[in-house]
């Protein structure tokens, strides 16, 4: 006599607890705004294990949308758009599609699946898109495998016996006029379907994925608020030690000020480099909603001054300066940066000073943005951000 599989109900009760537990996990019990926003965050892991974790089918695998600003988990950079595919490392696939203009676009094999399955392995490897051969339209096609198919004179990437999953990242630096690629993988080696029994234990599990997203990045958040120190910002050992994106130096810390205080941020820019960026996160790790408010620029987006140095004014009310960042009212939350394939990595400093004095602290030809030109900014700003590719 078989054991019967679990019920809708079944299902339903397992899911139960999370929403609570992660609330309290999260710390943001103090309000109803902050508690009816956690559940919302809770619903839409819910959704997002759903949609790359339980209707995964690793012989018919589909690229689907990770961490976007609306599945806004792991502090998701607003310049890269996300997609994710578990994968079976015994298996041979095709990647294909067409490159487009984005700044660069990486595909990295991860070592877990989000959901406690895989080994977790560091050192993962990640492939560039530009190291393939790709057609005048733009078009290209790579087979994954163990082996490198005998005959085979194509593109080809040697796939990790450790992979659990891939994670794609293409960034656009310019939003609105650079071109997301356009991807496809097919699995070329024949299995069969997921069996019921397999299907409802990756339903039974999607607590699992929703507990480690959120959690791991809670901790995060907390981790570096203690080891780099708050209103300030420093290398992040923990990334450089764990990150597959080889070539890329992080820089973390906390902020935490009032509504009549700032936070002035000041750096050189390295003399060449791929990519650079900065973020705010909230205490959770979600991104500060970059469609709506400015809260990141990057290497195209901001203002140098004169000198030649970046300044970036992070408060909760509008300076009037070109490099705002807007942290959302969050009463505390993360701050950081990316030099990606830099000649140099510079450490910004970090001061705190009073709202009304943030000029006396930039210089004297830094423009006036005005409410109106914020405004219009803002608009502009979220028009670029819905033309891309996250779906």
Same mark, same amino acid.
């Given at each position: 006599?078989?054991?019967?599989?679990?019920?809708?109900?079944?299902?339903?009760?397992?899911?139960?607890?999370?929403?609570?537990?992660?609330?309290?996990?999260? %710390?943001?019990?103090?309000? %109803? &705004?902050?508690?009816?926003?956690?559940?919302?965050?809770?619903?839409?892991?819910?959704?997002?294990?759903?949609?790359?974790?339980?209707?995964?089918?690793?012989?018919?695998?589909?690229?689907?949308?990770?961490?976007?600003?609306?599945?806004?988990?792991?502090?998701?950079?607003?310049?890269?758009?996300?997609?994710?595919?578990?994968?079976?490392?015994?298996?041979?696939?095709?990647?294909?599609?067409?490159?487009?203009?984005? /700044?660069?676009? !990486?595909?990295?094999?991860?070592?877990? =699946?989000?959901?406690?399955?895989?080994?977790?392995?560091?050192?993962?490897?990640? *492939?560039?898109?530009?190291?393939?051969?790709?057609?005048?339209?733009?078009?290209?096609?790579?087979?994954?495998?163990?082996?490198?198919?005998?005959?085979?004179?194509?593109?080809?990437? %040697?796939?990790?016996?450790?992979?659990?999953?891939?994670?794609?990242?293409?960034?656009? &630096? =310019?939003?609105?006029? !650079?071109?997301?690629?356009?991807?496809?993988?097919?699995?070329?080696?024949?299995?069969?379907?997921?069996?019921? %029994?397999?299907?409802?234990?990756?339903?039974?599990?999607?607590?699992?994925?929703?507990?480690?997203?959120?959690?791991?990045?809670?901790?995060?958040?907390?981790?570096?608020?203690?080891?780099?120190?708050?209103?300030?910002?420093?290398?992040?050992? /923990?990334?450089?030690?764990?990150?597959?994106?080889?070539?890329?130096?992080?820089?973390?810390?906390?902020?935490?000020?009032? =509504?009549?205080? &700032?936070?002035? +941020?000041?750096?050189?820019?390295?003399?060449?480099?791929?990519?650079?960026?900065? +973020?705010?996160?909230?205490?959770?790790?979600?991104?500060?909603?970059?469609? *709506?408010?400015?809260?990141?620029?990057?290497?195209?987006?901001?203002?140098?001054?004169?000198?030649?140095?970046?300044?970036?004014?992070?408060?909760?009310?509008?300076?009037?300066?070109?490099?705002?960042?807007?942290?959302?009212?969050?009463?505390?939350?993360?701050?950081?940066?990316?030099?990606?394939?830099?000649?140099?990595?510079?450490?910004?400093?970090?001061?705190?000073?009073?709202?009304?004095?943030?000029?006396?602290?930039?210089?004297?030809?830094?423009?006036?943005?005005?409410?109106?030109?914020?405004?219009?900014?803002?608009?502009?700003?979220?028009?670029? &951000?819905?033309?891309?590719?996250?779906?």
């Amino acid at each position: 006599m078989t054991t019967p599989l679990p019920t809708w109900a079944d299902q339903m009760e397992n899911l139960k607890e999370v929403g609570e537990r992660l609330l309290l996990t999260a %710390e943001r019990n103090d309000t %109803e &705004a902050r508690r009816q926003d956690m559940y919302r965050y809770v619903l839409g892991a819910v959704s997002n294990g759903f949609l790359n974790y339980v209707n995964a089918d690793y012989g018919r695998p589909t690229i689907t949308p990770l961490w976007n600003h609306q599945y806004n988990y792991g502090g998701p950079n607003p310049d890269f758009a996300y997609k994710f595919t578990l994968i079976d490392p015994k298996g041979t696939y095709r990647i294909s599609g067409f490159r487009g203009t984005s /700044r660069f676009v !990486e595909i990295t094999q991860q070592s877990t =699946d989000f959901a406690g399955s895989g080994t977790g392995k560091p050192g993962a490897i990640t *492939n560039d898109l530009d190291q393939l051969s790709i057609g005048e339209d733009g078009y290209f096609g790579v087979i994954l495998s163990a082996q490198k198919p005998e005959g085979y004179v194509g593109d080809w990437w %040697e796939l990790g016996a450790d992979t659990a999953s891939l994670l794609i990242r293409a960034t656009s &630096a =310019d939003w609105k006029r !650079e071109v997301d690629p356009r991807l496809a993988i097919d699995r070329l080696d024949d299995v069969p379907r997921p069996t019921p %029994e397999q299907m409802a234990a990756r339903f039974s599990n999607l607590p699992a994925w929703i507990s480690q997203i959120i959690e791991l990045d809670i901790g995060l958040t907390r981790y570096y608020r203690e080891h780099h120190g708050i209103n300030t910002i420093s290398k992040s050992q /923990r990334m450089a030690d764990t990150d597959p994106f080889k070539g890329q130096i992080y820089l973390d810390g906390a902020f935490e000020i009032e =509504d009549d205080e &700032a936070l002035i +941020l000041e750096t050189e820019i390295p003399e060449q480099y791929r990519y650079w960026q900065i +973020l705010l996160a909230d205490d959770r790790f979600a991104t500060v909603d970059w469609v *709506n408010r400015q809260s990141s620029l990057n290497d195209v987006q901001a203002r140098l001054d004169s000198d030649g140095k970046f300044r970036a004014v992070i408060s909760v009310r509008d300076p009037g300066v070109p490099n705002w960042l807007d942290t959302g009212g969050e009463p505390w939350g993360i701050i950081q940066m990316r030099w990606n394939r830099c000649s140099s990595a510079p450490t910004p400093v970090v001061t705190k000073v009073a709202l009304a004095d943030v000029r006396k602290h930039l210089p004297a030809d830094t423009p006036v943005i005005t409410p109106e030109l914020r405004r219009e900014q803002l608009r502009v700003r979220r028009e670029a &951000a819905q033309l891309r590719q996250f779906w």
